[in-house]
């Protein structure tokens, strides 16, 4: 077998090419600190400033505004200016003009439309009741969910039918001799009827893990208060009112699919 001899260079042969030349064109992993003309500029890291944007989006959704949420806007805001305005008339008056908008049994027979509108312009407890603050949440969440419109009807469902729920059976009781007649002028005024419902309502629309605890809850709340029988007919008309909330839950899903239909689920 014949061995092959490498040829030995002359003084002719070409010089081989750099090795630094050739490498010039194979990439290579950059220096640290090295830099180009022509990189892309390197991304910095995401900072948290969308986060809290959101957050502060969310907690703004809490509160009604007057685009978002017209109908709880304007009845806050009226529900806000009637105290202020009371806090300066006569005590006196004040207790006349309460006793003008009680829905009891005589003003129902009446005037049923006005003591009905006029009882739900007053908050018995004050502003900073417990109902108030409810109010001004159960039906921010509501209507950004259903509309103002069907917000109104399902607060005025709760309202009205609680009243006469309530009242109808002292008018008969009354009529049959086991009340007074005095029962038939029984102060009676404020929006803890239509709140309860829309609470009711409301949490139709909510996660189990929410929906549960907040019905068993609340409805603790209005069993310890009818226990207690410091004023059982308002206490009744509270259980009537969540139940009736918690009747209009076909209605109140069935509309809010339709307001977001690529929701696919309940918040």
Do not use: K
Not at 87 to 100: C, I, N, R, S, W
Not at 218 to 234: H, K, N, R, S, Y
């Amino acid at each position: 077998m014949e061995r092959t001899v490498p040829a030995t260079p002359s003084d002719d042969a070409p010089a081989p090419a750099p090795v630094a030349g050739l490498l010039d064109g194979m990439p290579r992993q950059r220096e640290r600190g090295e830099t180009g003309a022509a990189e892309t500029p390197v991304t910095p890291p995401p900072t948290d400033a969308p986060d809290t944007r959101l957050r502060v989006l969310r907690l703004r959704l809490l509160f009604p505004t007057p685009a978002g949420t017209p109908f709880t806007f304007v009845y806050g805001a009226v529900l806000a200016v009637v105290p202020l305005v009371a806090a300066h008339l006569d005590p006196g008056l004040v207790h006349t003009l309460h006793q003008g908008s009680s829905t009891d049994v005589a003003h129902l027979v009446r005037t049923p439309v006005l003591v009905l509108v006029a009882s739900a312009l007053w908050i018995a407890g004050g502003i900073l009741s417990p109902y108030a603050v409810a109010l001004l949440f159960v039906l921010t969440a509501l209507e950004r969910r259903i509309g103002g419109v069907r917000t109104a009807g399902v607060f005025l469902l709760g309202h009205v039918g609680a009243t006469l729920a309530t009242e109808v059976p002292i008018g008969l009781a009354v009529l049959v001799g086991h009340l007074p007649a005095s029962s038939l002028h029984r102060l009676d005024y404020g929006v803890s009827f239509g709140v309860a419902a829309s609470l009711g309502a409301l949490s139709g629309l909510l996660r189990p893990w929410l929906r549960w605890p907040l019905l068993a809850l609340f409805g603790w709340m209005l069993v310890t208060a009818l226990i207690a029988f410091t004023d059982p007919m308002t206490d009744w008309g509270h259980l009537i009112a969540l139940t009736i909330g918690v009747a209009t839950w076909p209605a109140v899903r069935r509309w809010h699919g339709a307001r977001q239909p690529l929701a696919g689920r309940w918040v």
